[in-house]
Each structure stands twice: as structure tokens, then as C-alpha cells.
């Protein structure tokens, strides 16, 4: 087992954490705050990543911190406790010999989970003892040893596509002593040899569900997945359970937080109509939809599918979701009954459309998820009759295998 020579100083580091995540209302299953003590977090994210540019920066400056270094050992300690996603590859460099200070350039590659987001996803899965459980992209594997260390020793494994992450993060697993085995290969395969599984969790982001995930998932068993649109701004926690005569039941709701999508599944983004939005915001006309709240995950879940191809401006003062495909956008208010709109597409009556469908289906705040047509098609639908609201996911068959 592995002995921190300051066991102090991080065992206060961590009991702060647990602190402010129970004081949230976040963290309430007793076995994860137990496991969160635990699981020494700097065996498993020895360095960090900082943006030093500012929003719109290219190339970006970053600067690494190296927690073996005195310099930075206080700012990476106080980093790695923090609720923060923790950056530690660049261009899937190998991570044995990174050097510490500032770097320009490159895309992340490889990141941790933002913390809340972890405990959430590992409550949902309602973790046990005993239990075989699938981590498919666990990256430094901060999730999976959690995961490890609430079923025990030899029962958590990963799937890791990229051979330095999955190298690294098998080195630290081994260093914590808590059982847990990463395995190189596509996440998307799953792992059959130690299958089936009792739970399953998606590091990654899938536009749809794997068949191979379906298939390890024991009786009894739950499975957790992000469903990705080409929108990262409304993203869906997908929830699947197998009941113990093997029927299947998936469940689709709205997140604030996602997770990334798979390797080579390409995210729509606002940033390069920004300049040009706030140089034109387009032509005013009165609009039958006030702003719907950030909070309307429902709606905005839906709207992702049924009015594809949109992506909101987040860091705009007022509502703006671009098009960035047909060069079209719209800006709400402020506060006037209006809305600018710019461009062949006008996004706010889809928009408009997407929320009168919304209303006339209930309000759905979850959606229910066919994965046992023959064909293969997986449907979604919320409501039934008339006013049913229905789409159905993209396949992966465009999507390359997860090897690098």
C-alpha cells in the first residue's frame, strides 16, 4: 500500500474536500465518502495543466506544475482538491518525462472528471461490495479507483484507449494498492473477458450505445453513459438497468455537465462567430419564446435532436445560440420581447417549434430509450399519442474504432 511521507498534509487536504462536497448536498453515499478519504489523489494526478492564456487565445499557453517539485507543490496540491477537471496530457505525449514550466501550444487530451461530476455518477451507480465493475475511458483513473475501492480488490477494471494514459494510470493503481486493472483497447468493445458486468460507466461521451455494453451488462445490472449530440452545450445522462429477467430499461435526461465525446466525434462551437455576432447581432423581430431557463434540461435535451446542429454562446451576455454549419444565429432580448436573428436559418422559431412541442408533450424531464430493436435502431420518446415527442440517435457506424 502506498505511504504518503506528508500523510498529514493531504489527509487534511482530502477531509476538506469531503467537507465541502457533503456540505453541497453533493456527496451523500457513506461507502463513496469513505472511499474519497481513502484514494490518495496525488498518487494519481502527480501533474497539472494551467491555462495561462486568456478566452480565445491561439495557441494557448499553459504551464505544467509538477507536484514533486517544491515550487509547485502547494499549488498543485491545492489544484488537485479542488472541484476542477485536472489537465495532464497534451496530443497524447507519453507522461513519464514531462517537464515542468510553460508549454504553448497543443489540445488536452486527457483530463480527470470534475469532481462533483464523479461523485454523482458513482451514486447513481449505487457502487457495493462485491459487485464487477467497467470503467471505459478511465484516463488517470481517479473514478476507478474509487470504484475499487467500494466493490474490492480484482473486481474494477478499464478500458483505455490511449497506450501512455492506460500505462500511467496502471502504474499509479498498482502504487495505491486497491486491485484495480486498466486494459489498452477500445472502449467501445467493452471487455468480454470479464464479463458481464453488475456496473458499468462511461468515462466518454457516445452519440449511441454500444451493442458490446448492452451485451456485459449482468442481470440486475446498471450502466452510465453520456449521450453526445454534435452540441456540447445541452448534453444527457443515459441510465440503463437490465432487470433480472434480462429486460431492459434506459432512461435519457437532461445534464448541465457531460462528458467528452468519443475520438472522432467532432463538437460544434461559437467561438469563430463570436467577433461578427456582437458586430452584427442580426435583425429584431418581436419572439413567442421568452429565454427558457438554463435549467430546462428537458427542453434543452430535446432541442439538441429536433433542432440539430445548434451550439450556445455561453460566455455572451444575453442568449445566443449560433449555427455555425449555415452561418446563422440568434441573440434573445435583453429583457424586450425581441430577438435578433441573422443569417438563411432562423434558429429561434426552431426553437420556438422545439418548445411548443415540449409543452404539448408534458414537459418531459426524462425520455425514454428503445435499446432492443432488432435493427439496431435506438429510439427515444417521451409521451404517447399525438403529442409524443420521438427521434432516434445517430449509429456509430461513421465513427472510427478508439485505438490510437
Same mark, same amino acid.
Given at each position: 500500500?502506498?505511504v504518503?511521507l506528508?500523510?498529514?498534509?493531504t489527509?487534511? +487536504?482530502?477531509?476538506?474536500?469531503?467537507?465541502?462536497?457533503?456540505?453541497?448536498?453533493v456527496?451523500?453515499?457513506?461507502? +463513496?465518502?469513505?472511499?474519497?478519504?481513502?484514494?490518495?489523489?496525488?498518487? +494519481?494526478?502527480?501533474?497539472?495543466?494551467?491555462r495561462?492564456?486568456?478566452?480565445?487565445?491561439?495557441?494557448?499557453?499553459?504551464?505544467?506544475?509538477?507536484?514533486?517539485? /517544491?515550487?509547485?507543490?502547494?499549488?498543485?496540491?491545492?489544484?488537485?482538491?479542488?472541484?476542477?477537471?485536472?489537465?495532464?496530457?497534451?496530443?497524447?505525449?507519453?507522461? =513519464?518525462?514531462?517537464?515542468?514550466?510553460?508549454?504553448t501550444?497543443?489540445?488536452m487530451?486527457?483530463?480527470?472528471?470534475?469532481? /462533483?461530476?464523479?461523485?454523482?455518477?458513482?451514486?447513481?451507480?449505487?457502487?457495493?461490495?462485491?459487485?464487477?465493475?467497467?470503467?471505459?475511458?478511465?484516463g488517470?483513473?481517479?473514478?476507478?479507483?474509487? #470504484?475499487?475501492?467500494?466493490?474490492?480488490?480484482?473486481?474494477?477494471?478499464?478500458?483505455?484507449? =490511449?497506450?501512455?494514459?492506460?500505462? !500511467? #494510470?496502471?502504474?499509479?493503481?498498482?502504487?495505491? *494498492?486497491?486491485?484495480?486493472t486498466?486494459?489498452?483497447?477500445?472502449?467501445?468493445?467493452?471487455?468480454?473477458?470479464?464479463?458481464?458486468?453488475?456496473?458499468?460507466?462511461?468515462?466518454?461521451?457516445?452519440?449511441?450505445?454500444?451493442?458490446?455494453?448492452?451485451?456485459?451488462?449482468?442481470?440486475?445490472?446498471?450502466?452510465?453513459?453520456?449521450?453526445t449530440?454534435?452540441?456540447?452545450?445541452?448534453? *444527457?445522462?443515459?441510465?440503463? @438497468?437490465?432487470?433480472?429477467?434480462g429486460?431492459?430499461?434506459?432512461?435519457?435526461?437532461?445534464?448541465?455537465?457531460?462528458?467528452?465525446?468519443?475520438l472522432?466525434?467532432?463538437? +460544434?462551437? #461559437?467561438?469563430?462567430?463570436? #467577433?461578427?455576432?456582437?458586430?452584427? /447581432?442580426?435583425?429584431?423581430?418581436?419572439?413567442?419564446?421568452?429565454?427558457?431557463?438554463? =435549467?430546462?434540461?428537458? !427542453?434543452?435535451?430535446?432541442a439538441?435532436?429536433?433542432?440539430?446542429?445548434?451550439?450556445?454562446? !455561453?460566455?455572451?451576455?444575453?442568449?445566443?445560440?449560433?449555427?455555425?454549419?449555415?452561418?446563422?444565429?440568434?441573440?434573445?432580448?435583453?429583457? =424586450?420581447?425581441?430577438?435578433?436573428?441573422?443569417?438563411?436559418?432562423?434558429?429561434?422559431?426552431?426553437?420556438?417549434?422545439?418548445? @411548443?412541442?415540449?409543452?404539448?408533450?408534458?414537459?418531459?424531464?426524462?425520455?425514454?430509450?428503445?435499446?432492443?430493436?432488432?435493427?439496431?435502431?435506438?429510439?427515444?420518446?417521451?409521451?404517447r399519442?399525438?403529442?409524443?415527442?420521438?427521434?432516434?440517435?445517430?449509429?456509430?457506424?461513421?465513427?472510427?474504432?478508439?485505438?490510437?
Open positions: 500500500m502506498f504518503d506528508q500523510a498529514a498534509e489527509s487534511g +487536504l482530502r477531509a476538506a474536500m469531503v467537507d465541502r462536497l457533503t456540505s453541497a448536498g456527496l451523500t453515499d457513506p461507502r +463513496l465518502r469513505e472511499a474519497l478519504l481513502r484514494v490518495h489523489r496525488e498518487v +494519481l494526478l502527480p501533474h497539472a495543466y494551467v495561462v492564456s486568456g478566452p480565445g487565445a491561439d495557441p494557448i499557453d499553459w504551464r505544467l506544475l509538477d507536484g514533486s517539485h /517544491p515550487d509547485d507543490r502547494q499549488e498543485w496540491l491545492d489544484l488537485i482538491h479542488t472541484d476542477e477537471s485536472i489537465l495532464l496530457q497534451r496530443d497524447g505525449e507519453p507522461l =513519464d518525462a514531462l517537464a515542468r514550466g510553460p508549454v501550444g497543443g489540445h487530451t486527457s483530463m480527470s472528471t470534475y469532481t /462533483p461530476a464523479t461523485v454523482d455518477a458513482l451514486q447513481v451507480l449505487g457502487l457495493a461490495p462485491g459487485q464487477r465493475y467497467l470503467e471505459l475511458g478511465p488517470p483513473g481517479v473514478s476507478l479507483a474509487l #470504484a475499487a475501492t467500494m466493490t474490492g480488490p480484482g473486481l474494477a477494471t478499464g478500458v483505455e484507449r =490511449d497506450e501512455h494514459m492506460a500505462a !500511467f #494510470a496502471q502504474r499509479s493503481l498498482e502504487r495505491l *494498492g486497491v486491485g484495480a486498466v486494459i489498452e483497447g477500445d472502449a467501445l468493445a467493452g471487455h468480454h473477458a470479464r464479463a458481464p458486468y453488475d456496473r458499468i460507466h462511461s468515462g466518454i461521451g457516445v452519440p449511441y450505445v454500444p451493442p458490446a455494453w448492452v451485451e456485459q451488462l449482468a442481470c440486475g445490472g446498471r450502466m452510465l453513459t453520456t449521450l449530440t454534435r452540441t456540447p452545450s445541452w448534453p *444527457g445522462q443515459l441510465l440503463v @438497468t437490465r432487470a433480472g429477467g429486460r431492459l430499461e434506459a432512461v435519457l435526461q437532461g445534464r448541465p455537465r457531460g462528458y467528452r465525446p468519443m472522432g466525434y467532432q463538437w +460544434l462551437n #461559437a467561438l469563430d462567430h463570436r #467577433a461578427r455576432i456582437k458586430a452584427d /447581432p442580426g435583425t429584431a423581430r418581436p419572439a413567442r419564446l421568452a429565454p427558457p431557463a438554463d =435549467d430546462a434540461y428537458g !427542453f434543452w435535451i430535446a439538441a435532436y429536433l433542432a440539430p446542429g445548434l451550439v450556445r454562446d !455561453f460566455q455572451a451576455e444575453t442568449m445566443t445560440i449560433v449555427a455555425p454549419k449555415d452561418d446563422s444565429w440568434a441573440v434573445a432580448g435583453p429583457g =424586450d420581447g425581441t430577438v435578433r436573428v441573422r443569417g438563411p436559418r432562423d434558429v429561434w422559431a426552431e426553437l420556438e417549434e422545439v418548445h @411548443t412541442r415540449w409543452v404539448e408533450a408534458g414537459r418531459p424531464e426524462t425520455y425514454r430509450v428503445d435499446l432492443s430493436d432488432s435493427t439496431g435502431i435506438q429510439s427515444v420518446t417521451s409521451g399519442g399525438p403529442k409524443e415527442l420521438s427521434w432516434s440517435l445517430p449509429p456509430l457506424a461513421t465513427v472510427p474504432l478508439q485505438m490510437p
